[in-house]
């Protein structure tokens, strides 16, 4: 190791334009990377939804509904006059009206009031739009000039396409805001006034190599867009600190800086791999989830925190060198408190903390999954944006109310009769548009208009279009799914398909729920053999995975006792980041109170440990507590605005529980640690100090 050092420190200005030249790339080829804004595009391929959609898209030019356009205030005439201009948007397919399931010409009174009340109520028209998925930006922006702010539209497409242009503004904002902090952060706690800014240079370049190796997928999703870069910003930040310490506290002993830096190296190699490689495995984790979001995520953050590692050892060194004469002349006296007399404070109260945290372990574990869930993307928005607002007049109008299209087999009239009276009886059916429904058994398809028959008829499937009494997702809407299905089922044993947003909702529910222990459960395992190797004990990586886990368990329990509805993606996602982002402070802490035990007793040895930790644990987590909160309130986006306060949350609650409780279980697990630690060497004669 130490030659392969020695090689760095001596090319160390090859590496240097290396690297400039690799960001210099990456930031080019990030441009290139594709954003996918539509979660139900990382559904497994194989799932019910997925396979039918893909069916859909085969069979019909239209697609399915993906968004609904309220007009107010017109009459019929000018609703199908509407329903042309809407026809004539670029990237809308297909518009579904009332005139698509009555005869408009004869009086309204003599139709189904259902199927009337679906699409007219008060001269308020709603219309069932088919945007393509490659257009929904110019669709959405066209439609929204066409009606006004004064008339409404949501759906699925609707809210793709806001989250493709809202979130990339916010991204900016974001990430502004992070680096301000960042270097803010870096000024307060590093004694030179270069250190901050070279640090960030290190991260830059991690960021925008990563950042443009990302073109490798083709496509990331609007997840990892969002928190990739600000996530890796953030826990790979103590690494180059670390080493700017070490290497610091080594020209104390050698003045070469040469051979200072590759003592620094060799030194602090062990600690930030073992810090970096949990962090790549808790990310590495969501790999394992069947919903595709999350091997998006963990593949991005475990290649960020890769790359961060190979920059600190290669990029670092040799910026670090170059630059060294800036950072002397622009040293300074260290800006922080010593954290002494924290230290004794912690060390009195550790044993009732560690008792508390004793309580709070299982109760938190019991309520961590405790809270109702969204699994779809409809509540993503809240009713303080647009479209909040314009869902919410919708459903003041027409009530609440989806889509769904089932396809089945053309061929079989009797099937399909039988069919479409099964669904009508269902409470929550308002009306459906098909062959056997809106044109009958009795008329031939060679006598219709042939636009009419190609919506419905493919020649190999015929289409039903369903409009339903029920919300986006929920109980009620996924008792009301598997009741269509069991209809499509047997009334079509061989063959069926069936989509809408309940639908992929419903898929999204049972895709994600079956991820979570399995993840979980690859996450903490991996830690603890990544702990239990490089710490090469058995007591230790039980106490440091149990702790950052209770902060886990803690954070995602909140919401159940506060009452409010949790993203269930964002609850998955957090358990796996946060595990991997903030077990670093329990690595570091018990490493330094590991090397204190070895000349000093066990109380001592805490009480030294805190102010030698302070500064790099409070540097790290709270930066990363900052870039959560920064995401959680910056954005507008659901999903992204709790993903961000979750991460916030929990790595101030990681942080209170490697400072306060921590000190008192490794104090009173000191014996079993010893015990269960090879070559543990603890100072014998201050036990009892």
């Known amino acids: 190791m130490r030659t392969f050092y020695q090689v760095v420190v001596k090319y160390r200005h090859p590496i240097l334009v290396l690297f400039v030249l690799l960001a210099f ?60 201009l809407l026809l004539a948007c670029e990237g809308v397919t297909d518009v ?24 007219y109520v008060d001269n308020n ?27 409404a539209m949501d759906g699925d497409a609707v809210s793709t396409a806001l989250s493709t242009t809202g979130t990339v503004s916010e991204i900016q904002k974001i990430v502004i805001f992070a680096v301000s902090f960042v270097l803010l952060v870096l000024l307060l706690t590093t004694t030179s006034w270069a250190e901050p800014f070279i640090v960030l240079i290190g991260l830059g370049i991690a960021i925008l190599i990563n950042s443009g190796s990302n073109l490798i997928f083709g496509e990331i999703s609007f997840v990892t867009n969002a928190a990739g ?57 969501l790999v394992f989830m069947q919903f595709r979001i999350g091997p998006d995520l963990g593949l991005v953050l475990a290649k960020g925190v890769a790359i961060s590692l190979i920059t600190v050892f290669l990029f670092m060194p040799a910026l670090i060198l170059t630059t060294h004469v800036w950072i002397e002349r622009t040293s300074h006296r260290s800006l922080m408190p010593s954290f002494r007399g924290f230290g004794r404070f912690v060390s009195r109260i550790m044993v009732p903390v560690a008792c508390i945290f004793a309580v709070a372990v299982v109760p938190s574990f019991l309520a961590s999954s405790r809270s109702d869930y969204y699994y779809g993307s409809a509540y993503i928005y809240g009713s303080d944006t647009q479209y909040g607002q314009d869902t919410q007049a919708i459903e003041d109008v027409f009530g609440i109310v989806d889509t769904y299209v089932a396809l089945v087999p053309s061929g079989n009239t009797t099937a399909e009769l039988e069919l479409s009276e099964a669904l009508h009886e269902l409470s929550q059916v308002k009306s459906i548009i098909s062959y056997v429904d809106t044109v009958g058994v009795e008329i031939p398809a060679d006598y219709l208009d042939e636009s009419v028959v190609e919506q419905l008829d493919s020649g190999n499937y015929r289409r039903f279009v369903i409009t339903v009494e029920a919300a986006s997702e929920g109980e009620a809407t996924f008792a009301l799914v598997e009741s269509v299905r069991d209809i499509l089922d047997a ?31 690859i996450a903490i395992a991996a830690v603890f053999i990544v702990l239990l190797l490089s710490m090469k004990s058995i007591a230790l990586p039980i106490i440091l995975v149990l702790s950052i886990e209770t902060a886990i368990w803690i954070n995602v329990s909140l919401p159940y006792f506060i009452g409010y509805t949790v993203f269930y993606i964002a609850y998955l996602v957090i358990s796996s980041v946060q595990l991997g982002a903030t077990v670093d402070y329990a690595i570091l802490f018990t490493d330094r109170y590991r090397e204190n035990r070895a000349s000093m007793g066990k109380k001592e040895a805490v009480r030294e440990t805190i102010p030698s930790i302070m500064v790099s644990v409070l540097t790290s987590g709270s930066v990363l507590a900052v870039v959560g909160f920064l995401l959680g309130y910056v954005s507008t986006h659901g999903l992204l605005r709790q993903l961000g306060k979750f991460l916030g949350v929990g790595s101030l609650l990681s942080l209170a529980i490697v400072l306060f409780a921590l000190p008192g279980l490794l104090y009173l697990f000191d014996g079993l640690i010893q015990r269960t630690t090879r070559n543990a060497n603890f100072y014998k004669e201050g036990s009892q100090k």
């Open 229 to 285: 870069s600000i996530l890796q910003l953030a826990v790979s930040l103590d690494y180059s600190v670390f080493l700017l310490h070490r290497f610091d506290e080594c020209l104390q002993e050698t003045p070469n800086r040469e051979e200072a830096m590759v003592d620094a190296l060799c030194k602090s190699t062990s600690s930030i791999l073992s810090s970096g490689l949990t962090t790549v495995i808790g990310f590495l984790a």
């Open 96 to 119: 579904t009206w009332l005139d698509d399931a009555v005869d408009v010409l004869e009086p309204l009174e003599v139709a189904d009031s259902d199927t009337v009340e679906t699409y």
């Open 491 to 521: 009334c079509y044993p061989e063959e069926n398909y069936l989509a809408g947003t309940g639908v992929s909702s419903y898929d999204l529910m049972d895709t994600i729920t079956a991820d979570t222990v399995k993840v979980n459960a």
């Open 125 to 151: 028209a709603l219309f069932s739009v088919t945007i393509d998925e490659e257009s929904q930006i110019e669709a959405v922006a066209a439609i929204r000039e066409l009606i006004g702010d004064d008339n």
């Open 25 to 84: 790339c990456g930031a080019i080829l990030s441009q290139m990377v594709d954003v996918n804004y539509d979660m139900k595009d990382y559904l497994p391929e194989d799932a019910p939804s997925t396979v039918s959609l893909n069916m859909m898209e085969q069979e019909f030019d239209g697609g399915i509904p993906n968004a609904r356009v309220m007009i107010r205030d017109v009459t019929i005439a000018e609703a199908l006059e509407y329903k042309e």
